[in-house]
């Protein structure tokens, strides 16, 4: 008896053991415990100390909740990675027209040889995301970085798609972006009208 209960609890325990696994997958880390959907103020707050805030308006009567938040050489929390410039936007990019935090951008701050850097970044990104979707390095990043002197990766993650680029066109020595862009912001329903 005691054999056949220890068999159903594991079964049991396999069971449920995906659906963890989903739900672990779906919350990424993004950068000062923010999430897309916050608020203006709420991206503000969870953001602290630094953070400057605009709001995209012209006058006070036009004031809709829209804006960014900057910051200027901070750690962005993931690895060594450190952000020169980075700004959280706050749109009505969505079905319901609502400001949402829907994107995050900056510019990597490094010193010395920027392809080290960009392999540093991916490093670290690859340990807290997982595998990027194809190889900045194999032979199709190498052949686009001959011609246009750029080196991208991207994760396409189930809420969230991350874009790591470097690019030498015009700069003494390259730079490096890193974006985060929402990708649930319309409602599938939409499409039944």
Not at 3 to 10: G, I, S, T, Y
Not at 39 to 63: M, P
Not at 105 to 123: D, K, Y
């Amino acid at each position: 008896m005691m054999k056949k209960c220890v068999l159903m609890l594991l079964a049991a325990a396999l069971l449920v053991l995906p659906f963890g696994t989903l739900a672990e997958e779906a919350a990424i880390q993004l950068p000062y415990g923010v999430s897309f959907g916050m608020s203006l103020e709420e991206a503000a707050e969870a953001i602290g100390e630094g953070a400057h805030v605009e709001e995209w308006y012209e006058d006070e009567s036009e004031k809709d909740g829209t804006g960014s938040i900057f910051l200027e050489d901070v750690p962005l929390g993931i690895g060594n990675i450190q952000a020169g410039f980075m700004s959280f936007d706050v749109s009505r990019n969505n079905s319901p027209r609502e400001p949402r935090l829907d994107a995050i951008s900056l510019s990597v701050a490094f010193e010395g040889n920027c392809i080290a850097a960009f392999r540093a970044t991916l490093a670290d990104l690859t340990a807290a995301y997982g595998q990027p979707d194809s190889d900045p390095f194999d032979q199709y990043g190498r052949e686009s970085y001959q011609e246009y002197g750029n080196l991208t990766a991207s994760w396409t993650l189930p809420d969230t798609r991350i874009y790591l680029s470097l690019n030498q066109t015009y700069t003494d020595n390259g730079s490096i972006d890193l974006n985060y862009a929402y990708r649930l912001c319309y409602d599938l329903s939409d499409l039944e009208q």
